[in-house]
C-alpha cells in the first residue's frame, strides 16, 4: 500500500484560517490535524478587569457571524453570577434574536457553503450559475433573518441593543409585526430549500458519537437547559468544567475539549435534533419526517438537513414569538453588582457556547472561560477524518481532498471563534 | 408611449450610497467615513464590511453608488471613479472578511440579470495596503479625501 497525503494549505468556505493535513496509508488515516492557525484573540484575557455589563459587547466581536450567541452566552452567565433571572417578554425577545441569527447563520452555511461540496461545484459562484432561483430563495430567506437581528438588536452585524438583565430598548409591538411578511414568505421559501437539500446524495458514514445539546423541558433549545448527551451526561451548566476539559494541542491556536473519562464529543445541529426532536414545532417535525430525519441519525453529512429543519423551526418560533408579543413594562431587569461566579451555555449555530465569569463584589471581571462550539468540536471532526480512511482510498487524491474538506464543513467551522487562546512558555536562556 | 410617460422613464430615482470598509483596519474605513458625512446631509446610506448587502439592493432594483478603499491605485487619498466592468482587472477594492465587491457583483449578474449591476457606479479612495496589526482612524491624506469623494458619490447619487 502506498502513503498518500493530503494537504489543504487555506480551507475555503469555512470562517476563520484553517488548514488540514491528512496522512492516508492505503485504507487507513494515519494522522488527521486540523490546523487552526489563526493568531489568537485573547478575549478571555480581554476581559479581566472589565465590568460585567461590558461582556455581551466586548464578547461579541469574537464573531460577525454570530455575535447574538456570545451575547447570550455572556448576559446569562453574568446574571448567573449576579443573581438576576429574566423572563416574560424579555425572555421572549432574546429567543427571537437568537432566532433571527439561526436563519441567518444556517441559509448562508447550507446553500452557499456546504452545498457546492454536494453537487461537485468549486463555489457559489458557480452554484448560482445552476442553480439562481435556490439562491435567490436563500438569500431572501437570509435577509429575513437579518431583519429580526436588525430590528431587535440595532444593526444587523454585532448588535448593540443587548445589554445584561434584558435589552436597551424593548422593540414596538408594530415594530416587528411589520417583519412578519417576509418571515411567513422565508418559511415557504424555506420548505422549497429544504425539499432541495434532500435531492443530493449523502455520502454512507456513521461513527458512534458522543453528542452534547442543550435539553429544555419544553422548548427547543436555544438559550437554557441542562447539558445532556447521547452518552449519559446530565448535568446542570455549573457543572460544565467539572466534566469538560479544554487543552492544548501542538498544531492549533484553538483549545481541544474532551469530556473527562471518555474523549471527544460532538456538539451542533445533529445533537441538539437527536436529542430534542421532540421539541420542534410540528411544521418543522412534519419537515424533518418528510426528508427521512429520525433521532437515530448519526451521518454528520446529513447535518446540512438538520439545519434545513433547525431553519424551519427558527421561522416557525420567530412568527409565534412575534404574534404573541406584548412590550414588556420595562426593557431590562436591575442590576444589582456582587460577587460570585456565574456560568451559561447557549445554543450558538455551531453548537454550544459556554461562558464563565468570575466577579468582585463591584462586578469586574476578574477571570473569564469562553468555549466556543468550533473548539469543541474541533477533535471531533480530526476522528471523522481519521475514520474516513475506507472512503477516502477508493478516490483519487484530487477526490479525496474535496472529500476530506467537505466532511469538515459539515460542521460549519467558524475558526476565528474558536482561537482565543494562547499559552506563554518563558524559558530562561542559561537554564538548565 | 405618451409623452408623459417618456419623461418618467428619464428620470432616475435617488441611488443609495453604500459604505464599505473596516474601522478597524485604519485606512479601509474611508468607506465608512463617507457614509456617515453624507447620512449627516440627508443622504440614504448603508454602512457594511463586506459587500454582501449589495445583493438585497441591486434584487430591490436600487441605484448603488459603493464607496471602497483601493488598493494599488496610486496616491493615498486619490479619489477614482471606477468602472464597474474593469473591477476584474483593475485595481482591487478590499474587503477584510466576507464577499468582496467584484464577487457581489458578479452574483447579482448572475442572479438579478445585467441590468442590476448596470445601476452601480464606484467610488474608489486610494489607500495603501493596510498591515497586520488593528488601527483606528484614517492618515491625514486618506482623511482629506473623505470630503471629495463624499461630494462625488452625492453627486452621482441625486435624482436625474
Known sequence: MTTRTIEVAVLARVEGEGALTLVLDGATVVDAKLKLFEPPRLFEALMRGRACTEAPDITARICGICPVAYEMSSCHAVEDALGVSVGGALRELRRLLYCGEWIESHVLHMVMLHAPDFLGFPDAMTLAKHHPERVRGSLRIKKAGNAIVATLGGREIHPVNVKVGGFYRAPRRAELAALLPDLRAARAEAEETLAWLATFEFPTFERDYELVSLRHPTEYPMNEGRLVSTKGLDIDVHDFGAHIHEHQVAHSTALQAQIVGRGSYQSGPLARFVQNADRLSPGAAAAAARVGLDPSCRNPFRMLLVRGVETIYALDEAIRIIEAYAPPAESCVPLVMRAGTGHAVTEAPRGILYHRYVLDEAGIVQDAQIAPPTSQNQRGIEEDLLAMGPMLASLSLEAATRRAEHAIRNYDPCISCSTHFLTLRFEQLGTP | ?160
Open chain 2, 1 to 160: 408611449m405618451t409623452a408623459e410617460t417618456g419623461v418618467t422613464a428619464e428620470t432616475t430615482e435617488a441611488a443609495v450610497v453604500v459604505g464599505i470598509g473596516q474601522l478597524a483596519a485604519g485606512d479601509d474605513g474611508v468607506g465608512l467615513a463617507v457614509a456617515r458625512v453624507l447620512a449627516a446631509r440627508g443622504v440614504e446610506t448603508r454602512e457594511s464590511a463586506d459587500a454582501s448587502v449589495l445583493l438585497s439592493l441591486l434584487e430591490a432594483g436600487r441605484r448603488v453608488v459603493l464607496v471602497d478603499a483601493v488598493a494599488g491605485a496610486g496616491a493615498p487619498g486619490s479619489v477614482l471613479q471606477l468602472d464597474v466592468g474593469a473591477l476584474a482587472s483593475g485595481p482591487t477594492p478590499l474587503s477584510s472578511h466576507g464577499i468582496g465587491v467584484a464577487e457581489a457583483l458578479e452574483l447579482a449578474r448572475t442572479l438579478y440579470g445585467a441590468q442590476s449591476v448596470a445601476r452601480v457606479e464606484i467610488v474608489g479612495v486610494a489607500i495603501t495596503r493596510p498591515g497586520g496589526a488593528s488601527s483606528f482612524g484614517l492618515s491625514p491624506a486618506v482623511a482629506a479625501a473623505v470630503e471629495p469623494a463624499a461630494a462625488l458619490a452625492a453627486s452621482l447619487a441625486e435624482e436625474r
